[in-house]
């Protein structure tokens, strides 16, 4: 009975395969218009992941602007949209333009050879009927032959009905990123117009970070990753705007806290008996590190040192702060001679790839302190590029003799794992991120969305759609920066005691969920079980 069953079952499941291709070949809109696989997609399993290319042009895409005026919000401003209404809840296809026949007559297709489209047409729902008729085709209805037929893919195809069933986003989320990186293009495409169902940027913490990582999947798909990081790099909000969304995730969190405090703690503790103090900052960005430090200054015993800053940054920057350099030098200026501390600033406006020893104006006579907080994940390593930046900065700073060097990073490992540990990584990493946000932003407040968009966006989709030279966002685990510092030569300075406290002291500001851990030298700033930030010292 069971073989007789399981024959039926293969025998109607053929036939309805049969008719679903039928179809799809009757019906050119049933399904995304998907060119041969040789010509227009080229897969690589590389050390890098999973990469997916289409030969087509898809630079016309931009990306999560909102538009509070008209009181919505949307995630693409052209024929790549995830859309969201004015409560949050994601608008249809049709609404927000998703999938268009014009997709495959664009203006800009000079060849005219169709464009892929990046999406399910608007007959996804006729799709998931046939999939579940086919498998209860194949299953047949009796208990006892569905647990005897099961195969592994069938149970990885009923799991992810279920989580949809459930309205479980992340599931979903991880299985979409699975199919991609198994190039199963048609089930990701799938995958993608279900999540666009569960999105809200203005919900759940999952459902928030999900918006951007599903920007990044679509972005991975039609290869755009690198115009839409660039896009949300350089076409931000308005300077002061920009600068009022940092200021609020740095106050609203405590981790640029933290890493700023941790470092100089260090440096105070290690410049404390010098008279002349050159502070080397790898990417300055903006003053609000140096304010504190100043303020110590001041009020040490015997007075305060001489302070030269030399402030690297390149023109990522340069628009939060509304111009270059000169606006933090003028700043930390004022500051100093309010203090009365003396004080020079030297601009080095050059990216950290870019920096030799003569851009960096040392002196005999200064104690010089290295400050890297938040950028050594911007240098490409040996896996990029075979100047390898990353080791070869830290050999130019230990030649210099520092007194201090300061490390401050993202405890996240996204460098070279390959696509989909690195897309669980990220999951894993600003889930933990958005929920320590949504404790402090109330959900209704339209800072909370500028401030994960214009801050953490960018990241989320560049360490998901792009690869090699284009995925600037590589962050390793301190394990790896400790290998790379003793290898050019430094040894670990102890943190002190009073930083620990100072940092404690900071945290009853802040939700009981933050902990702090001292381990092997190091501080770890994390969300409850999940390490966020690291933070150490080196000489």
Not at 298 to 314: F, L, S
Not at 519 to 537: F, H, I, K, T
Request: hydrophobic content about 35%; overall charge negative; aromatic content about 8%.
């Amino acid at each position: 009975m069971q073989a007789f069953h399981q024959h039926r079952s293969s025998v109607m499941a053929t036939r309805l395969h049969r008719n679903i291709k039928q179809e799809i070949k009757s019906d050119p809109y049933c399904f995304p218009q998907l060119p041969p696989i040789d010509q227009s997609f080229c897969y690589s399993g590389s050390s890098h992941g999973s990469h997916f290319s289409v030969k087509n042009s898809h630079e016309h895409y931009c990306t999560l602007e909102p538009s509070f005026a008209i009181g919505s919000y949307t995630a693409y401003d052209s024929s790549l949209i995830v859309g969201f209404s004015p409560n949050g809840s994601p608008m249809s296809q049709q609404d927000s333009k998703l999938c268009r026949s014009d997709l495959h007559h664009s203006p800009d297709n000079t060849n005219g050879s169709p464009i892929s489209g990046s999406c399910i047409t608007d007959d996804v729902s006729d799709l998931r009927d046939k999939l579940r008729e086919l498998e209860t085709a194949m299953l047949g209805p009796d208990s006892d032959v569905i647990e005897s037929t099961t195969s592994p893919e069938m149970a990885s195809w009923r799991l992810v009905m279920d989580a949809i069933s459930r309205g479980d986003l992340k599931q979903v989320l991880v299985s979409c990123a699975k199919a991609m990186s198994d190039n199963d293009l048609l089930v990701a495409q799938w995958l993608m117009d279900e999540l666009r169902r569960m999105m809200s940027v203005s919900g759940e913490p999952i459902q928030r970070l999900g918006a951007y990582m599903l920007e990044g999947l679509v972005a991975r798909l039609t290869s755009s990753g690198s115009s839409i990081y660039k896009s949300l790099r350089c076409k931000e909000s308005e300077s002061a705007d920009l600068l009022s969304y940092m200021h609020i995730l740095y106050e609203v969190c405590p981790y640029l806290k933290f890493g700023y405090m941790s470092a100089n703690g260090a440096i105070a503790e290690a410049m404390k008996d010098e008279d002349k103090v050159h502070i080397i900052d790898f990417q300055i960005a903006h003053w609000s590190q140096w304010v504190t430090l100043i303020q110590a200054f001041a009020a040490r015993p015997g007075g305060p040192p001489h302070i030269r800053i030399t402030g690297i940054d390149d023109s990522t920057s340069a628009h939060a702060r509304g111009g270059g350099l000169n606006i933090v030098g003028k700043r930390l200026s004022k500051l100093a001679k309010y203090f009365n501390v003396p004080f020079e600033f030297h601009a080095a406006a050059m990216s950290g790839c870019e920096v030799q020893r003569e851009h960096l104006k040392v002196r005999p006579g200064e104690a010089l302190a290295v400050n890297f907080a938040f950028m050594r994940h911007h240098m490409p390593d040996e896996s990029v590029s075979t100047e390898n930046h990353r080791d070869r900065l830290l050999r130019l700073v230990k030649i210099l003799s520092p007194k201090v060097a300061t490390l401050v990073e993202q405890e996240s490992n996204t460098n070279t794992a390959p696509f989909f540990t690195r897309f669980l990584e990220t999951l894993n990493y600003y889930t933990a991120m958005f929920e320590s946000i949504d404790v402090t932003l109330p959900r209704e407040h339209k800072e909370q969305i500028n401030v994960e968009q214009q801050c953490l966006a960018s990241d989320v989709v560049n360490i998901i759609a792009c690869e090699e030279s284009e995925r600037v966002e590589r962050h390793e685990l301190l394990g790896k920066w400790r290998s790379r510092f003793r290898m050019a030569g430094f040894t670990p300075y102890p943190l002190s005691s009073l930083v620990n406290a100072t940092i404690k002291t900071l945290l009853e500001n802040y939700s009981d969920r933050y902990r702090l851990e001292e381990r092997e030298g190091a501080l770890y700033l994390g969300w409850m079980n999940r390490d966020l930030v690291a933070s150490c010292a080196w000489k």
